[in-house]
């Protein structure tokens, strides 16, 4: 069975602050692995993917992800944090096109 | 707008009664998903189709539950005799299925509130 774990229910940073939220996967096979963030009241919007080609990952809005497979890991990162980045994200995994499996989420607040 | 829509995108109901939701997938997209999302949690897997056919349900989808595509185009989903555990969101993706990896494109989802 597949899944995905997110550490921390609750990032804060400073604006202009590094961004990082952990995600840790478990999988028997290679995974394919994401990153969704949901806005208030909003559905998903993929913010990147990890498909087994290169292992960092970039996406929108200056975010990246690097897949590391002796560490399970799909930690998101954004070299500076942005009002606009405060919501909730969520990292995914699944097998091909099948359906995806979500962590439990990260909500992200950035202090002015 | 040439998304993912669903209507509606709220609904209060009380317990016991019956209720159903529409999802339009983007045109051509010949794989739809039902994901359900509670306060705090991220979203889980209902069911999905390929086309008309449904090739996957989640031990989620209760008795009480029931989702149809019977075109292959837009998708609905039925609970019956509703209880206040079914209050969520409601979320709907579509995708094409061709080569390689087929990105699911999110509609804005549909909040269930059950009195």
């Known amino acids: 069975a597949q899944s995905v774990t997110q550490l921390g229910s609750h990032v804060s940073v400073s604006e202009g602050a590094l961004v990082l939220l952990r995600c840790n996967y478990s999988?028997?096979?290679?995974?394919?692995l994401f990153w969704y963030v949901q806005y208030p009241n909003q559905g998903l919007q993929l913010l990147l993917k990890?498909?087994?080609?290169?292992?960092l990952v970039k996406g929108i809005n200056g975010f990246e992800a690097e897949f590391k497979k002796s560490e399970t890991s799909f930690h998101l990162t954004k070299p500076s944090a942005h009002m606009s980045d405060a919501a909730e994200y969520f990292c995914?995994?699944?097998?091909?096109?099948?359906?995806?499996?979500f962590g439990t989420g990260t909500r992200l607040t950035i202090i002015p | 707008d040439t998304g993912v829509s669903q209507d509606p995108r709220h609904k209060i109901t009380k317990r016991g009664q019956n209720v159903t939701f529409r999802c339009d997938p983007i045109?051509?997209?010949?794989?739809l998903y039902w994901y359900r999302q509670t306060l705090g949690q991220g979203p889980e897997f209902l069911t999905y189709?390929?086309?008309?056919?449904?090739?996957?349900k989640s031990r989620l989808l209760s008795d009480r539950f029931s989702a149809e595509r019977p075109k292959g185009s837009f998708s609905t989903l039925e609970i019956q005799r509703t209880e206040q555990g079914d209050s969520a969101m409601y979320l709907c993706?579509?995708?094409?299925?061709?080569?390689?990896?087929?990105?699911?494109?999110f509609g804005p989802g549909t909040r269930l509130t059950v009195l």
């Open positions: 993706a579509s995708s094409l299925l061709t080569g390689g990896y087929n990105e699911q494109f």
């Open positions: 999988s028997s096979v290679p995974p394919y």
């Open positions: 990890y498909t087994s080609a290169a292992t």
């Open positions: 995914a995994v699944s097998f091909g096109n099948e359906k995806l499996t």
């Open positions: 045109s051509e997209h010949n794989r």
């Open positions: 189709f390929q086309n008309e056919a449904q090739l996957e």
